[in-house]
């Protein structure tokens, strides 16, 4: 099982960028025609020590490393980094990955059916219980990690968090907190062409807080209930204002491409990685790299897809687009996101309505909704109506768009549907179980875990 270098690039990423036009067609050449779309769900659990609640370390017998070794031992492509295992890609095309905190992600394949998600999380949920109850690991269903602070929290030996790990203190108070403590679910789509990107980025940004809202499940933070829905949503909103949160012109240009790659162009990177991550100095942008090069490097297509990775918005460009802005919880909330964005999103006139829903707000009012939103959840007003009657509605018309674009995935839907109906979230859920074991952090560690993932 040979190793491959964590970053590699083809030829044509890795030549010399000779004009701007490369950038935008970046994005132009990744349309694909509608009988082509698929989505991609990509989700991190957060784990602890079973009869601590303690954070795993990398290292040890019982650690992070040693879950990648179960795995690698059973197959896939593994990725070192200084001789440390960092991933392990698979022969269908799914990824596990590590977060900076050792949150453990899977990017699955992806996928025509979302029924074959849900094939593969099963697959996946029983390989991780097996090798969870071997190391003595348990996975909690949550978007935050609840026991103990950020400085109980080890770090994961990987070049790229070191390099952000200088930088975050810098350009927030929370950044630190986003990389060791969150755990996010995320799905990403297909786009044909800019104005249907235009479209989808639209309504994505019309109704991110709405999908925080009924995803939210982080309202326990250093042992205690925090009073807020997704602390998770909280900390991003002062990680690093230049990469995260939402973006005005997704509502005010209709060149999309155009937009977003000037506002990347501006965004300082974090590094550039030559065989490695070499950080760049303070406040130096894409822009500048592409126009006068770094100690003799100079931008690339690869720099650039590089580069537009560790951009945070709320909807965020690549090849394809990808929904960020909800909190991991129930393996059912988990299948439940690609299913409701597809509804939404790959039928024409269910994004419409969705993106109706909040067209009286101004992006001032968007930007109060998303700082509501991470505390009074469902509860939150958006104009002359609450959240929860806009989720309410926005779920309904999900299921609509299913009923015309894959209608075998509206049973999927049913977790979703029954936070929207009954206002009761899955933050809710985790602070009374929380109370109901109030001081017995044994009985806590079993209430908050994943069925099957107890070690």
Same mark, same amino acid.
């Given at each position: 099982?040979?190793?491959?270098?964590?970053?590699?690039?083809?030829?044509?990423?890795?030549?010399?960028?000779?004009?701007?036009?490369?950038?935008?067609?970046?994005?132009?050449?990744?349309?694909?025609?509608?009988? =082509?779309?698929?989505?991609?769900?990509?989700? &991190? @659990?957060?784990?602890? $020590?079973?009869? /601590? *609640?303690?954070? +795993?370390?990398?290292?040890?017998?019982?650690?992070?490393?040693?879950?990648?070794?179960?795995?690698?031992?059973?197959?896939?492509?593994?990725?070192?980094?200084?001789?440390?295992?960092?991933?392990?890609?698979?022969?269908?095309?799914?990824?596990?990955?590590?977060?900076?905190?050792?949150?453990?992600?899977?990017?699955?394949?992806?996928?025509?059916?979302?029924?074959?998600?849900?094939?593969?999380?099963?697959?996946?949920? =029983?390989?991780?219980?097996?090798?969870?109850? &071997? @190391?003595?690991?348990? $996975?909690?269903? /949550? *978007?935050?990690? +609840?026991?103990?602070?950020?400085?109980?929290?080890?770090?994961?030996?990987?070049?790229?968090?070191?390099?952000?790990?200088?930088?975050?203190?810098?350009?927030?108070?929370?950044?630190?907190?986003?990389?060791?403590?969150?755990?996010?679910?995320?799905?990403?789509?297909?786009?044909?062409?800019?104005?249907?990107?235009?479209?989808?980025?639209?309504?994505?940004?019309?109704?991110?807080?709405?999908?925080?809202?009924?995803? =939210?499940?982080?309202?326990?933070?250093?042992?205690?209930?925090?009073?807020?829905?997704?602390?998770?949503?909280?900390?991003?909103?002062?990680?690093?204002?230049?990469?995260?949160?939402?973006?005005?012109?997704?509502?005010?240009?209709?060149?999309?491409?155009?937009?977003?790659?000037?506002?990347?162009?501006?965004?300082?990177?974090?590094?550039?990685?030559?065989?490695?991550?070499?950080?760049?100095?303070?406040?130096?942008?894409?822009?500048?790299?592409?126009?006068?090069?770094?100690?003799?490097?100079?931008?690339?297509?690869?720099?650039?897809?590089?580069?537009?990775?560790?951009?945070?918005?709320?909807?965020?460009?690549?090849?394809?687009?990808?929904?960020?802005?909800?909190?991991?919880?129930?393996?059912?909330?988990?299948?439940?996101?690609?299913?409701?964005?597809?509804?939404?999103?790959?039928?024409?006139?269910?994004?419409?309505?969705?993106?109706?829903?909040?067209?009286?707000?101004?992006?001032?009012?968007?930007?109060?909704?998303?700082?509501?939103?991470?505390?009074?959840?469902?509860?939150?007003?958006?104009?002359?109506?609450?959240?929860?009657?806009?989720?309410?509605?926005?779920?309904?018309?999900?299921?609509?768009?299913?009923?015309?674009?894959?209608?075998?995935?509206?049973?999927?839907?049913?977790?979703?549907?029954?936070?929207?109906?009954?206002?009761?979230?899955?933050?809710?859920?985790?602070?009374?179980?929380?109370?109901?074991?109030?001081?017995?952090?044994?009985?806590?560690?079993?209430?908050?875990?994943?069925?099957?993932?107890?070690?």
């Amino acid at each position: 099982m040979g190793a491959k270098r964590v970053y590699l690039v083809d030829a044509k990423e890795a030549v010399r960028i000779g004009s701007r036009d490369e950038l935008l067609a970046y994005f132009e050449e990744a349309g694909k025609p509608a009988a =082509a779309w698929r989505t991609g769900t990509e989700h &991190e @659990l957060v784990g602890v $020590w079973t009869e /601590s *609640g303690a954070a +795993p370390t990398y290292e040890g017998p019982r650690g992070i490393g040693a879950l990648f070794q179960w795995f690698a031992a059973r197959g896939g492509t593994p990725v070192l980094e200084d001789g440390h295992m960092i991933a392990l890609s698979g022969q269908n095309g799914d990824q596990l990955t590590i977060e900076p905190g050792g949150q453990f992600e899977l990017a699955a394949r992806p996928v025509t059916d979302d029924r074959d998600f849900v094939s593969d999380l099963r697959t996946y949920v =029983a390989s991780l219980g097996e090798a969870s109850r &071997e @190391l003595g690991i348990t $996975w909690l269903a /949550s *978007g935050l990690r +609840p026991f103990g602070g950020r400085g109980d929290v080890p770090w994961m030996p990987k070049q790229r968090y070191d390099v952000m790990h200088a930088y975050m203190p810098t350009v927030g108070t929370r950044g630190l907190d986003m990389m060791l403590r969150t755990a996010t679910v995320q799905a990403n789509l297909d786009f044909s062409g800019e104005a249907d990107a235009l479209a989808k980025l639209r309504c994505v940004y019309s109704v991110t807080s709405l999908i925080t809202a009924l995803w =939210a499940c982080s309202p326990i933070v250093e042992d205690r209930p925090s009073g807020y829905q997704s602390y998770r949503a909280w900390i991003w909103r002062d990680t690093d204002r230049a990469r995260s949160g939402l973006l005005p012109f997704v509502f005010s240009r209709d060149d999309i491409f155009r937009a977003y790659t000037e506002w990347a162009l501006d965004v300082p990177l974090y590094f550039v990685y030559r065989g490695g991550y070499r950080p760049v100095p303070a406040g130096f942008t894409f822009r500048q790299f592409l126009a006068e090069g770094w100690q003799g490097e100079y931008a690339t297509l690869a720099d650039w897809g590089l580069h537009l990775s560790t951009l945070f918005p709320e909807g965020r460009l690549k090849r394809f687009i990808e929904i960020r802005g909800a909190d991991c919880g129930s393996f059912e909330m988990i299948a439940a996101l690609a299913p409701l964005v597809r509804g939404l999103l790959y039928d024409e006139t269910a994004r419409r309505e969705a993106t109706k829903l909040t067209a009286q707000l101004a992006f001032t009012d968007r930007q109060q909704l998303a700082d509501d939103v991470p505390q009074q959840g469902l509860a939150a007003r958006a104009g002359a109506h609450t959240v929860g009657d806009l989720a309410q509605e926005l779920v309904a018309i999900a299921r609509d768009g299913l009923s015309r674009v894959a209608p075998t995935s509206i049973e999927l839907l049913a977790p979703v549907e029954a936070i929207a109906a009954t206002r009761r979230t899955q933050a809710d859920a985790m602070v009374d179980a929380w109370e109901r074991h109030r001081g017995d952090r044994a009985a806590q560690i079993r209430a908050l875990a994943h069925p099957g993932l107890a070690g």
